[in-house]
């Protein structure tokens, strides 16, 4: 089993940035895809972004150039910097974890843990 906990988001001005954390307990998850998701207010969960067990990363074309995702197996840990924040980015940001095997990256079905989420707002 693993526990995912989020760092707390914040509010900032657009054009800032941000850096969330995501740290497991438990097992290790150096095995694990790792992935980030949001919701904004009156729209569904949507793919942010996700890093692969062998680091491979994949970005939703409204993140990429500005996001980035990175793990530290060692320390059980994913990070994502958000630059360039645009008030659109604003959303509840979760933090989840799948076995490697287990389907498609951009599934949130396919994830087996999840963060507890953490609100970012971005002002203009």
């Known amino acids: 089993q693993v526990q995912l906990v989020e760092s707390e988001g914040g509010l900032v001005q657009a054009g800032g940035s941000l850096r969330l954390s995501c740290a497991a307990s438990g097992r290790s998850f150096s095995n694990y895809d790792m992935g980030w998701f949001r919701q904004a207010p009156g729209k569904e969960r949507e793919f942010v972004t996700a890093?692969?067990?062998?680091?491979?990363?994949y970005y939703a074309d409204s993140v990429k150039g500005r996001f980035t995702i990175s793990r530290d197996n060692a320390k059980n840990t994913v990070y994502l910097q958000m630059n360039s924040l645009k008030p659109e980015d604003t959303a509840v940001y979760y933090c989840?974890?799948?076995?490697?095997?287990?389907?498609?990256?951009?599934?949130?079905?396919?994830?087996?843990?999840w963060g507890q989420g953490t609100q970012v707002t971005v002002s203009s």
């Open positions: 989840a974890a799948k076995q490697y095997w287990s389907g498609s990256y951009l599934v949130p079905e396919r994830y087996n843990y």
């Open positions: 890093i692969r067990s062998y680091d491979n990363t």
